[in-house]
């Protein structure tokens, strides 16, 4: 096991925590995020506008995939299936 594999598997459970969370609390977070915003933009005398806003849909972007992350097509929580395993074995003659 490398490096990089031993570090997700310990990583693991701290995203499905974060996820959890996200799904828990996006509506505080994303009202946080808003206020926040606000209160950049009056402090900066609205300078930065177009900077803070398209920071703060990023991070409202970023927050809602966290929340969707294990939720099944239909909306219904749990992991989503796995995709189809590629077929093995050489392909097809033509």
Same mark, same amino acid.
């Given at each position: 096991?490398?490096?990089?594999? %031993?570090? #997700? =598997? *310990?990583?693991?459970?701290?995203?499905?925590?974060?996820?959890? $969370?996200? *799904?828990?609390?996006?509506?505080?977070?994303?009202?946080?995020?808003?206020?926040?915003? #606000? =209160?950049?933009?009056? *402090?900066? #005398?609205?300078?930065?506008?177009?900077?803070?806003?398209?920071?703060?849909?990023? =991070?409202?972007?970023?927050?809602?995939? $966290?929340?969707?992350?294990?939720?099944?097509?239909?909306?219904?929580?749990?992991? *989503?299936? %796995?995709?189809?395993?590629?077929?093995?074995?050489?392909?097809?003659?033509?």
């Amino acid at each position: 096991m490398g490096l990089f594999d %031993n570090m #997700k =598997a *310990r990583l693991g459970p701290a995203k499905d925590k974060v996820s959890d $969370l996200a *799904r828990q609390h996006g509506g505080k977070v994303s009202q946080g995020l808003d206020k926040a915003a #606000k =209160a950049v933009d009056e *402090r900066t #005398k609205h300078k930065y506008s177009d900077k803070i806003q398209a920071g703060t849909g990023k =991070a409202k972007d970023a927050m809602d995939r $966290l929340a969707q992350k294990d939720e099944h097509p239909d909306g219904t929580p749990g992991a *989503r299936p %796995n995709p189809p395993a590629p077929p093995q074995g050489p392909p097809p003659a033509s």
